[in-house]
Structure formats: C-alpha cells, structure tokens
C-alpha cells in the first residue's frame, strides 16, 4: 500500500489513492487494520486515515477515519491535508472541489513551496448552535463543546476532555472538547479529540467551532478574520453571520498543510 503522511498544524494524517477498494481489509477487519496503521509506536503513526475515492459529484471523495478505526464525521484539516495532497499529485487544480461527510467542499491552494502549502478550506454552513451557561456546542461538520478559561495551558486537556467527551449527556456519539482562551490578541485553542481520544496538536473543526463562539460572546479582534494559535501551529478562521437565515456562512479555515514523508506499507 502506497501512502503519505501530511500534517496541518500539527494534526497528522495517513493519506492513500483507493480508487478500487483494494487497499484495506473487509469491513470485518478494517477498523482494526486502520487502528493498527495509526499506532504510533509500531505503525506509521497518525491522528486518522484519509481514503481518496472518485466522486460523480467532485474532483474526489475524502472518506476519514479516525485513529480509532472508525469513520469519523468533517475533519477540517484532514480536508486542508488532503487537497494539498490533490494538488502534489495532479489530482485536482489550485482550485477544486471534494465530496466529503457533511457535503461538498471548495478548497484553494494560497501557495506552494516544496512540501508546504497554504490551504484555504471552505468549511459548511453552521446552523447548529446551543449556547449554554459556561459552554457552547457548535457543529462544524464535527459536534464541539467550546468552554473559554484563563491558563489553559495549565488544563490537564485528556482528563477533563475525556470527562466531558463521555459525559452521559453527550451519549451515544460523545463530543469533541476545546478549551479557548484569548491569548495576545489571537485565540489559543486546546482539543480533546474523539476518536482519538486524547489531546491533539490541533483540530481545524474546533478552532472554526472556537472562532464562532467568540463572535457569539462578542470578543473582538484588530481584525475581521480569527487568529488561532494551537500547539501545533497557526490558522485562521474568517466567516460571515446571516442573521436573516440565523446561521454563519462563507465559513473558512486557512493554514498550512505539509507533506512530512511517503512510503509503502
């Protein structure tokens, strides 16, 4: 199986052509067999797998995995991750479109520079808000709990996220958990991820899910966009409100994708 391993800020991906649904076990065995390739310390090692299929609607189809094997729903810099793939490959154009979980998707290729690229990530409508006393759920293609707090960096982020991913009110499908903080005039977002279930080094779904909610309790920025910092780098996430439909729309997440190395497994 030829593969390629991609980052976007930090946030690692296994990325594999399967046009002919060769490359993977049956259903039987796939989760395991994916579980096994995103182990770290004796797989190639990642957060998740993506599948590259043909798509009747797109220039492709991203089909994404979670490290735990299972199908997950939108991840936004797996998206970013797998369009710059598209590009290096000849796959798709600077600018393309791909079929993905939670509908189609326009990505552009900002620049390339060897195996960096900056990739602007066009993320779906969000209609699904609850704003709560202390939190904020938000779906950005992935269901997000948003909890703002001083010195996150302080924040045991597996302990509590796990808390609140297996909170009994967030069952069946459990939630991914993100601790914000305003930090230096930029948003420093922390991530629980399920699926994962641990800290990552950045989600692309939970800072655009960070960015809204504090549009939601009206903290400002120099700017109209919303610098993220994550412990795996920087995004930005820029977007407009609709009040007459009440949703926000023209939703988009930049930042850069790197290609880390290639192989066969």
């Not at 798509?55 to 991750?81: L, W």
């Not at 069952?171 to 641990?198: A, C, H, K, S, W």
């Amino acid at each position: 199986m030829n593969f390629a391993k991609y980052h976007g800020a930090g946030n690692d991906f296994i990325i594999i052509k399967n046009p002919d649904d060769n490359l993977l076990s049956n259903t039987n065995t796939k989760q395991k067999e994916i579980s096994e390739l995103c182990r770290r310390k004796t797989g190639i090692g990642a957060d998740g797998l993506i599948e590259l299929k043909p798509s009747q609607k797109a220039d492709f189809k991203m089909i994404y995995y979670n490290s735990d094997g299972k199908e997950g729903t939108m991840c936004g810099n797996g998206g970013r991750c797998i369009a710059a793939f598209a590009w290096h490959n000849k796959i798709a154009g600077q600018t393309m479109q791909f079929e993905a979980s939670d509908g189609i998707h326009e990505a552009k290729i900002i620049e390339s520079l060897n195996n960096t690229s900056i990739v602007d990530l066009q993320i779906g409508n969000v209609t699904n808000i609850d704003i709560k006393n202390d939190y904020i759920i938000i779906d950005t293609g992935s269901p997000h709990y948003i909890k703002f707090a001083n010195n996150i960096e302080r924040i045991n982020v597996y302990e509590e996220g796990k808390k609140i991913r297996f909170d009994n009110i967030f069952m069946p499908q459990g939630i991914n958990v993100n601790f914000v903080e305003v930090f230096n005039d930029n948003l420093f977002v922390r991530t629980y991820e399920r699926g994962v279930e641990d800290e990552t080094l950045s989600c692309g779904t939970g800072v655009t899910a960070a960015a809204i909610a504090s549009y939601i309790k009206n903290i400002k920025f120099k700017t109209n966009d919303y610098p993220v910092i994550t412990r795996g780098g920087k995004l930005v996430v820029k977007f407009r409100e609709n009040k007459k439909k009440n949703m926000f729309e023209d939703i988009w997440l930049k930042g850069e994708a790197v290609k880390v190395f290639q192989g066969n497994y």
